[in-house]
């Protein structure tokens, strides 16, 4: 294997494994659960795919061919991660569980919960 390629694989594991910690962290410090959700859903999807990426670079070239395992895996998580942080956010606004005081667009979570649309102001039509 090339030097190059050892040096790219070698930086995707790098910036993988910060995302992956920063996530991480992000999922067990931040306050409540709808600022929880950024982590896993962001960070940590991020750090992910450059893992992966890192390995499928690894086996396509160890294996002469494209590895395809790792390149569906990849578009899985990323087509699945912002569903499924769309749906744990729809279930903690239908349990009511209250965001921090300091989050904006309050009043939007409650419409939301109703399944109202948000009131539109009479001086932008």
Do not use: C
């Not at 991480?24 to 409540?32: E, H, K, T, V, Y």
């Not at 294996?63 to 990849?74: F, P, R």
């Not at 744990?88 to 419409?111: E, Y």
Request: net charge neutral; proline share 6%; no cysteine.
């Amino acid at each position: 294997m090339s030097f190059t390629a050892e040096l790219i694989i070698s930086i995707l594991l790098l910036v993988g494994g910060v995302f992956l910690l920063v996530g991480s962290i992000g999922l067990a410090r931040l306050p409540d659960i709808f600022t929880r959700l950024h982590g896993p859903t962001k960070a940590t999807t991020l750090g992910i795919t450059g893992v992966l990426l890192s390995s499928l670079i690894y086996h396509s070239l160890n294996q002469g061919g494209l590895s395809v395992a790792e390149l569906l895996i990849t578009l899985f998580l990323l087509i699945t991660a912002p569903v499924a942080a769309n749906m744990v956010a729809k279930v903690a606004l239908h349990h009511d569980n209250p965001p921090i005081p300091r989050t904006s667009g309050q009043a939007l979570m409650a419409r939301a919960k109703e399944r109202k649309a948000p009131e539109q102001d009479s001086d932008q039509t």
